[in-house]
């Protein structure tokens, strides 16, 4: 049995795994790495935040749904362009300006100058000085991105830890990405890291979803049936194959994702009770 410092030497620190890219829908490719949270001192195991990134390819452009983590871009950038097979990056969609989904921005620019940055641009400028203000386009939910044979839809996220926080969705593949909504933490396993949750037979209960319903803006404070209401209305409009969160890992049985609405309201209810 490996003490904690093996464990820490080989999976505390930030790792894109050699299993990346790969496809998980018709032109969708995920780029995801792994951090390590905490370590329960029972079981000498670590929990671990999956970091994922999506590569959309169309026939005439390509699209980055966030950025990755810094603390990734070692193993980042070579998986990235083998995802890329020598095309251009087109579009870069950071979900939200926090360090995991829009903090390599600045280091995407450099090595991909003919990125554009979509989306809700808001205060980007203010953590990435170096990028020019001509590379970013705002895109305003409900607007499209033509990608050649299929489109990228901006949408309203309707869960939100950050004001300027926006979701999107291929029409192509019909895949929504939530960012940080349907997103939990997993224990750090060979088959587990890197797997879609039915490869990896995860069935995201309430209880693990809460860990991240937790942070949602307000949670104490909305009106949580509406925001169910809404994301309900918006899963008949769409009819998702499958979500593909910024963290956890992609989830195909849609059902089963409905789980964090459960624990978004056990935890809507709890923050009103504080």
């Known amino acids: 049995m490996p003490d904690l410092d093996d464990l820490l030497d080989v999976f505390g620190t930030y790792f894109v795994h050699e299993r990346f890219p790969r496809p998980i829908a018709d032109g969708v490719q ?115 991105l033509d990608l050649g044979g299929r489109e990228f839809e901006f949408v309203d996220s309707v869960f939100r830890d950050l004001p300027n926080t926006i979701w999107g969705f291929d029409h192509g593949s019909r895949v929504l990405f939530p960012a940080d909504g349907f997103a939990f933490f997993h224990w750090h396993r060979e088959d587990t890291c890197g797997f879609t949750a039915e490869e990896s037979g995860i069935a995201p209960t309430a209880d693990m979803y809460s860990v991240m319903t937790e942070i949602v803006s307000g949670i104490g404070h909305l009106d949580v049936e509406s925001r169910i209401q809404w994301f309900m209305d918006l899963i008949e409009d769409f009819r998702p194959s499958m979500l593909a969160p910024a963290h956890g890992t992609v989830v195909a049985d849609i059902p089963v994702a409905l789980n964090y609405l459960t624990a978004l309201r056990n935890d809507s209810r709890a923050g009103t009770s504080k």
Request: aromatic share 10%; glycine share 10%; charged share 20%.
């Open 30 to 144: 995920w780029i995801g790495g792994c951090s390590a949270l905490f370590m329960d001192k029972e079981r000498q195991d670590l929990v671990h935040s999956a970091l994922n990134t999506y590569l959309i390819t169309g026939s005439d452009k390509t699209l980055l749904v966030d950025t990755g983590h810094p603390g990734l871009w070692d193993t980042y950038l070579p998986a990235l362009e083998k995802a890329l097979g020598g095309r251009p990056l087109d579009y870069v969609m950071p979900t939200h300006p926090e360090i995991p989904h829009g903090g390599s921005l600045s280091m995407l620019y450099d090595a991909h100058p003919e990125v554009k940055v979509v989306g809700d641009v808001r205060d980007y400028f203010l953590y990435h000085p170096s990028v020019p203000d001509s590379a970013y386009q705002a895109m305003a939910p409900g607007t499209k």
